[in-house]
């Protein structure tokens, strides 16, 4: 915008020569590479000339937009709350790797050999993939290999390490996952014994290994409540629903950035008291953008990984991880994941649905509220939630399904007049 004063609360002052200006712009615009475009609005404010220059954005596959007379590497900007950050080296080359599509799952690993690899797993792969396809079936496993990108080069590729290798962490030692839990909701928040974490561990090995070794992390820092209905009935209701979990953390191994930029980036996946994250070295890629995650087919980062997958029938590879996040929290009750990308990183966000320490106060409130039988929206008003069906869900329902609070219709659990009482 030119020709508002900001300091004196965004007065007109009005711009002197309106050609001029659109001429000094665009000779900025042509200093960029790629060159841009500005749109350019003037309108009359009190008889003085108000001028907007509105710069439309460059498609993906053309960034970074830089400025020519500085390089690619130092004219290279991103916009972080009122500054401009010059990107780093990692985040150019983000850009660039989609634009020429690069393959960094399946570049060569150059202290490997054959030997490297587990002979007994390969072949299993190679005796699954040949199965329905004549053609391929026809060509011996060397051709295969090599068709199949296990091996370029003469050397195992960073795919077939961590499909099928012995130990891939020996040639990239942190190319694996940090786990840790922690008992309150602060990472690294000193506990009165002075730890740090409750559980602490490296997991390693080949994306199926680590993706067992990930999940046993899981159950044995998270809880499990027991739930006996009326009828006897037990039922196990864990912290988090296992296959959303499960999807998350495949969905980070899979998908994250193998690049030499991020090789010594380890996944992290966090257990706090509250909630369960993970965290993923490499933001989205290509086109693909918060708000089209599960609605749209991406661009995949890693596709000879993901279709090795898909034959060895760890992955469906049809793009419904993220829809089957979603509905396995709903289903559960659980709040919804909630998914962040910032400076390169993708986080998962799992927050769960038992109630904690903190809302015990109120479990003992609400008991006592329900000495008198209370209906829906009376405990909604009692507890200031605006959601009616939420507030039944997060606090009502798990103290009757405990036995804690019983329904005047058992019958009709749905019933308008249905209403809660103590026991």
Known sequence: MFGLYENEGFSVTGVSDVQALQKK???QCNQMEPPVRAVFTSVEVDGKYVVSAEIPPVDVSERPCFNKAK?????S????????IPMTEYEIYSYEAYRKKYQDDIRPVERADMSSLNTAKLDSYLFRLKENKPNLAQLSDRQIMELMSVVREEKPTLSAEFLWGLYPQAFFPQLG????AVQGTEYCEPQPDGSRFSDNKRIEGTIPEMLDGAMNFVRANTRVRTVIDKDGKRTDIPDYPMNAVREVILNALVHRDYSIHTEGMPIQLIVFSDRLEVRNPG???????????????PDTRNPVLANALEVMQVTENRYSGIP???????SASHPEPEFTAIHGEFRVCLRNAVISTADEGKTAEILE???????RKELAEFLGIKSMTYGIKRYVEPLVESGQLALTDPKNPGSRSQKYYSL
Do not use: H, W
Request: charged share 30%.
């Open 77 to 84: 900007y991103i916009r972080i709350g009122d500054a401009d």
């Open 324 to 330: 089957t996040i979603r509905r396995e929290m709903k």
């Open 25 to 27: 712009v665009m000779e």
């Open 369 to 375: 509220f329900c000495r008198t039988p209370r209906t």
């Open 283 to 297: 933001g989205l890629y290509g086109r693909l953008s918060i708000d089209m995650l599960g609605n749209s087919q």
């Open 177 to 180: 996952i940090i786990a840790t």
């Open 71 to 75: 390089g690619r590497i130092k004219g």
